[in-house]
């Protein structure tokens, strides 16, 4: 029980967790009608999008890089894919499509950060800037909208009668990420790559492998994110994925993981997802005004990413405890 | 020593080479204004009474152009070779097209030349303010422009006045130097649409707004239109009055948000179409289909909406007709240095028909769309 428990208070996403059900209750306390199941799932719902964007960028940050690239990469999927859709392709091709267009913009990505060696802040800022443009140009400043109604199931249907394929779609989306991340060789490399790069190339850890599957992983999430956005507007436009905007990292970091690199998780991506989505709804419910809504965003971000650094210090001596003896042998000496 | 002798030589040189070049440029600046002056003092005795007439219809603010949206006509024809520069904000927005359409349809029925032009970072009022620099350079006669910001445009502004070059602007004012602003009164806009929904509503009802990005002043004058027209009519309740950023993935959530609390909503005013299409997707997702939906611009998407009945109705902000109108008003201060009242063209007016519903939406779709 006791090796349970220290397990549990081990992990990423507890504390994050720990934060998520602190905010529910509060906020369960100030308004009636958000413990209602159908307010749950809007949120779930509005939650998935956002999810799915930054699911691949966990990985991405967990390798201590960034991707600044996944709104404009979700927007460009979901305008191209739209204009086939209007121009007569069918579903499952425009689909596919989607994902390879992701893989491509993430295999450049991944090319500029580990074989050009540019540093990802910057290489992803300027792939940004070059699909926001191609978004821009193959649109001309039009919007799309009116899809054929194959295509939208994936946004707006229902599976097994109550459950919207987007919260179905997402939950697929953590799986994946989390055997990928947690339980296959390339996850622990990335994550090795993420605590300390000269470390892992020294022993035989396959660098360049390891940031190439984590910015194609990005980028593909962030392509099936655009084809979601797009399906649940029904609409297409250019400049679809700024409302996303540094969201995407704000999420992933909220859950736990570490900007350093080197630690955290899809599932405290997911809980960060979810936050996010929560507070704009409650302040919805609760009707607070517009002018106040973005202090109050800043505000929960910073309680809660303060929450979770305070906690990170008790896990930190756990965790070298296990992993890491001599550098805990090193300390204690130099103390002494 | 030498090389800090070779490096104030450069700096030196290169003082010279920037100063020529902007006093260059300031000659050539001051020559434009002179040459337009010497152009509408030649031919005086045919365009006097044309002048005068022009004069006295811009005096009773009736405007020189017949019709709205893509049929907007001019009686205006210059006999100089004016050149207009045309500024907008993004290349996204449809809204920007539209404008810049105008200004083109506007120069080629006055037979004079217009470029063109947006910033490459969408949405920067610094951007605008370098193209403006630019084009004064390039010695363009006048300057319509739909600003960023309108206090931001400022600097930008002063030197094409100080240049000699009017600036009219669209839908969103300058705070400062301009010759004309071009739109509608944004307050009357939300209390018009307003007004039509009480209406149909039967002046009873529960209201849901989606307000703008807070802060924008547009959003804050239409949103005090709105809110004037309703409480003119006791029975109808504003329920909830949030931001959705003018954003269409943001005017669904908060309407997914919203109707989870107020199940039995009537009527939903979004101060966009965009946020107005989105509010439409969230309505149907959850079944209700009774709501009436209203937004502004009265763009394609929310046009075919109207058609389909998803949407009841919208305010056409007549983006086509706007830059069509600043067009027509800075060839008119070119050619007869005609000044509209107040330095303000209100356009659309209420001469033209500004709620487009079912009844008036295969019309407006066919003939007159700024789309």
């Known amino acids: 029980m006791s090796h349970l428990l220290e397990k549990t208070k081990e992990s990423r996403a507890f504390y994050s967790f720990l934060g998520l059900i602190i905010l529910v209750i509060i906020c369960s306390l100030t308004s009636s009608d958000f413990s209602k199941i159908e307010n749950y799932i809007t949120i779930f719902r509005q ?161 360049k492998r390891a940031q190439f599957v984590a910015f194609i992983m990005s980028s593909m999430f962030a392509g099936l994110a655009g084809l979601l956005m797009t399906a649940r507007l029904n609409a297409a436009e250019a400049s679809m994925g700024d409302s996303y905007g540094l969201n995407t990292v704000a999420a992933v970091v909220i859950g736990g993981t570490s900007m350093l690199g080197g630690e955290g998780g899809i599932i405290g991506t997911m809980i960060g997802s979810i936050m996010l989505m929560l507070i704009t709804n409650i302040m919805n419910l609760l009707g607070i005004s517009s002018f106040a809504q973005p202090m109050i965003i800043g505000l929960v971000i910073i309680v809660m990413v303060f929450f979770d650094s ?23 000496d130099d103390i002494g | 020593m030498k090389k800090v002798f070779s490096l104030l030589l450069a700096a030196m040189m290169l003082c010279s080479v920037l100063t020529g070049c902007s006093v260059g440029g300031m000659d050539s600046q001051e020559e434009q204004p002179d040459s337009t002056e010497q152009e509408d003092s030649a031919p005086v005795n045919v365009d006097e009474e044309a002048a005068k007439e022009l004069q006295e219809m811009v005096a009773s603010s009736i405007h020189p152009i017949t019709g709205s949206g893509r049929a907007c006509t001019t009686t205006v024809s210059p006999n100089g070779d004016y050149t207009i520069a045309c500024i907008v904000k993004n290349n996204t927005n449809p809204a920007c097209m539209g404008w810049m359409n105008g200004v083109e349809k506007a120069c080629e029925d006055m037979g004079i030349e217009s470029i063109l032009m947006t910033p490459s970072t969408n949405d920067s009022v610094e951007e605008q303010i370098k193209i403006i620099e630019d084009m004064i350079q390039r010695g363009v006669d006048a300057i319509a422009i739909a600003p960023v910001d309108s206090e931001g445009i400022t600097p930008g502004a002063r030197k094409a006045y100080e240049a000699g070059i009017p600036v009219a602007s669209m839908t969103t004012p300058c705070a400062e130097y301009e010759f004309a602003f071009v739109g509608p009164v944004f307050y009357d806009t939300g209390y018009a649409a307003a007004q039509a929904v009480a209406e149909q509503l039967e002046g009873k009802g529960k209201v849901i707004i989606l307000e703008g990005p807070a802060g924008a002043q547009n959003a804050i004058d239409r949103l005090q239109g709105i809110n004037d027209a309703l409480s003119e009519y006791p029975d109808i309740e504003i329920v909830a009055s949030q931001t959705g950023n003018f954003k269409r993935t943001e005017g669904m959530q908060v ?106 939406i295969d019309e407006y779709i066919e003939n007159l769309s700024w789309f």
Not at chain 1, 49 to 65: Q, R
Not at chain 1, 311 to 330: F, L
Not at chain 2, 323 to 336: D, F, K, T
């Open chain 1, 310 to 332: 305070i906690s990170r210090d008790e896990r930190k001596t756990v965790r070298r405890g296990v992993a890491i003896p001599m550098n805990v042998q090193k300390r204690k």
């Open chain 1, 47 to 207: 939650a998935s999008v956002l999810l799915v964007l930054s699911a691949g960028l966990t990985a991405v940050l967990i390798l201590g890089g960034i991707d600044l690239s996944v709104g404009a990469t979700a927007a460009l999927v979901g305008c191209t894919c739209a204009l086939l859709l209007k121009a007569g392709v069918p579903t499952w091709a425009v689909i596919t499509i989607g994902l390879c267009m992701g893989a491509v913009i993430g295999t450049l990505n991944g090319f500029l950060v580990s074989i050009i060696r540019l540093p990802a802040f910057v290489a992803t800022y300027a792939t940004n800037w070059i699909v926001k443009g191609l978004a821009i140009v193959i649109m001309n400043g039009q919007i799309i909208f009116n899809l054929p109604e194959s295509f939208t199931f994936i946004g707006t249907g229902y599976l097994f009668g109550q459950m919207p394929v987007l919260i179905v779609i997402a939950l697929v989306v953590v799986s994946i990420c989390y055997v990928l991340y947690q339980k296959t060789t390339i996850g622990r490399d990335i994550f090795s790559c993420g605590s300390n790069l000269e470390a892992a190339r020294y022993s035989g850890i396959r660098v």
């Open chain 2, 255 to 360: 309407t997914e948000n919203l109707i989870q609390k107020f199940t039995d909503v009537d009527a939903i005013i979004a101060l966009n179409d965009e946020m107005a299409c989105g509010s439409v997707q969230a309505l149907k997702a959850a079944n209700l289909n009774d709501v009436l939906v209203v937004g502004f611009d009265c763009n394609e998407d929310a046009s075919n909406a109207i058609k389909s009945g998803d949407m009841w109705g919208s305010f056409n902000m007549d983006h086509f007709g706007i830059g069509y109108a600043a067009a027509v008003y800075l060839v008119m201060n070119l050619e007869y240095g005609i000044v509209p009242n107040d330095n303000r063209v209100i356009f659309p007016d209420a001469t033209v028909n500004q709620v487009i519903t079912s009844a008036e």
